[in-house]
T-cell receptor
Framework: AQKITQTQPGMFVQEKEAVTLDCTYDTSDPSYGLFWYKQPSSGEMIFLIYQGSYDQQNATEGRYSLNFQKARKSANLVISASQLGDSAMYFCAMRGGAGNNRKLIWGLGTSLAVNP | EAGVAQSPRYKIIEKRQSVAFWCNPISGHATLYWYQQILGQGPKLLIQFQNNGVVDDSQLPKDRFSAERLKGVDSTLKIQPAKLEDSAVYLC????????????FGPGTRLTVL
């Protein structure tokens, strides 16, 4: 069965420092995609970054990078130079399978607090 | 490009009442999703549409929840009658269904059932 595990319910980081949010996944599909979303207190889910299972390089989007270790089935999100506005819930999700029913499997999320 | 629109943003009802939520996806997005997110949890997929057809409604409580996507564009999710445990944020998302298929979310509707 497909599963996403986020083991850190809450994290703290000092402003301007880097932080890593952990995500491990389980799937038997050879082709899959991994996503990170940010959910501020306003409630909207914001797409941050994507990593495909066949991508050779780790994905990067501005201050966000994904540390993809396929053999260990981990897809950790690294946020560099943290800002106060990064305080939010962060969800890791995986899309697997083929065809029309390519729904996302979600982790329970990690709450990040950035301290001034 | 306009994002996913949802209304209302907030709704408070009493148990056993009915409620409806509306979603308009990003133009051109064939796939539309409704999620339920209970406080402290990740989103739970309720129903997935591809154009105006249902792809997955395995986690939709069909005795009280219904959804439709007439004409394959906007969608309505209804709860009738509501229970206390339906208090949650209802998120609508849409995607192109090609390529990496990332989902884009609306602002959500926060439902409180008293």
């Amino acid at each position: 069965a497909q599963k996403i595990t986020q083991t850190q319910p809450g994290m703290f980081v000092q402003e301007k420092e880097a932080v890593t949010l952990d995500c491990t996944y389980d799937t038997s599909d050879p082709s899959y995609g991994l996503f990170w979303y940010k959910q501020p207190s306003s409630g909207e889910m914001i797409f941050l970054i994507y990593q495909g299972s066949y991508d050779q390089q780790n994905a990067t989007e501005g201050r966000y990078s994904l540390n993809f270790q396929k053999a260990r089935k981990s897809a950790n999100l690294v946020i560099s130079a943290s800002q106060l506005g990064d305080s939010a819930m962060y969800f890791c999700a995986m899309r697997g399978g083929a065809g029309n029913n390519r729904k996302l499997i979600w982790g329970l999320g990690t709450s990040l607090a950035v301290n001034p | 490009e306009a994002g996913v629109a949802q209304s209302p943003r907030y709704k408070i009802i009493e148990k056993r009442q009915s409620v409806a939520f509306w979603c308009n996806p990003i133009s051109g997005h064939a796939t539309l999703y409704w999620y339920q997110q209970i406080l402290g949890q990740g989103p739970k997929l309720l129903i997935q549409f591809q154009n105006n057809g249902v792809v997955d409604d395995s986690q939709l409580p069909k005795d009280r929840f219904s959804a439709e996507r007439l004409k394959g564009v906007d969608s309505t999710l209804k709860i009738q009658p509501a229970k206390l445990e339906d208090s949650a944020v209802y998120l609508c998302a849409s995607s192109l269904m090609i390529g990496r298929n990332e989902q884009f979310f609306g602002p959500g509707t926060r439902l409180t059932v008293l």
